[in-house]
């Protein structure tokens, strides 16, 4: 199917309220091209191996992409258009030239070309790897096979790797954990790969439930983790008192 990306050149400054006027026309997905990222990356001290010089510059310049429908799109561009406009004339501060560049593309690349950039990730004993990869674990080492689908939880977010050394450091062996909010279910699964006794994995969003159910049956699990959607699991209690 296809879908069209639009792409707004803004400023560092705006570029988060760009976004969310992206979000708010619909966008089904957001993406910000910022060099201050890259800046606050090098300054933190984290180790690159190479970067190209031209990229490490602070400009100020931005890019937002959003992803929209093609049915409708030409009325949602309209409104878009308005929304910048007034966001110019009511910003404190530089907003860039604001200029729209649309092209069609396929979702197919969107929702798949991702896949080759993600590789096994490495967090104290615990290793996740992507369903469609081959790795041979060493010794003492814990694998979790994830296919996150459209839910969070890749292992790639600092507060994923956070969580995972956390559960390590805490030690959860012939203990019960509850995975509040559990995405893709990575936590869930390094949980019960780690010696949990018991493991309950919640979540409101569907397609997160459905994800983890799926991640859990991947590795094996699914009959030591519980997963249920949070809001049916509150309703459902209610009624019983």
Known sequence: MKYYELTVNTTSDASELVAEILTESGSNGISIFDNRDLLDLVDSGVVWDYMEEHLINDDGKALVKGYFQIEGFDSVRKDIEKRLEFLVSNSPFDCGSLDLEVVAADDTDWLENWKQYYKPIKAGRVTIVPEWTDYEPAEGEFVVKIDPGMAFGTGEHES??????????????????????????????????LGAEKVEAYDIDDNAVKSAKENCALNGLQDKIYVANAICSIRQAANLI
């Open 160 to 193: 994923t790797r956070m969580c995972l050394m956390l559960l390590q450091a805490l030690g959860v062996e012939g203990k019960d954990v509850i995975d509040v909010g559990t995405g893709s279910g990575i936590l869930a699964l390094a949980a019960a790969v």
